[in-house]
């Protein structure tokens, strides 16, 4: 599977904004498509994920504000609204596949969230 990330960009904080990730190769083996996000200095971490059947999970920090979708098997969506400056990272999507046994990673997209 491989994966291109898209979407990230400026904003001003309190904006929106809508991360895609297309995902091309063994599309129909993908268990859980996630977002990470990694800021400056610090280590990545989960921001979301959905799996093949739908159910979601979210970090703490971002509930309420980002919601993660699949509109088809090859796109995943992280539409992150109510952005805060603690929101700039370099986001990255990740898929799971083949029984979860298999990982691939996009190259991120950088969102810069200004005060």
């Known amino acids: 599977v491989q994966l291109q990330a898209s979407g990230g960009g400026l904003v001003q904080a309190g904006g929106s904004l809508r991360l895609s990730c297309a995902a091309s190769g063994s599309i129909f083996s993908i268990n859980v498509m996630s977002w990470y996000r990694q800021p400056p200095g610090k280590q990545r971490e989960l921001v979301a994920g959905i799996t093949s059947g739908g159910a979601t999970n979210y970090a703490d920090s971002v509930k309420g504000r980002f919601t993660i979708s699949r509109d088809n098997v090859k796109t995943t969506y992280l539409q992150m609204n109510s952005l805060k400056p603690e929101d700039t990272a370099v986001y990255y999507c990740?898929?799971?596949?083949?029984?979860?046994?298999?990982?691939?990673w996009g190259q991120g997209t950088l969102v810069t969230v200004s005060s």
């Open positions: 990740n898929a799971k596949y083949y029984s979860n046994k298999l990982t691939s």
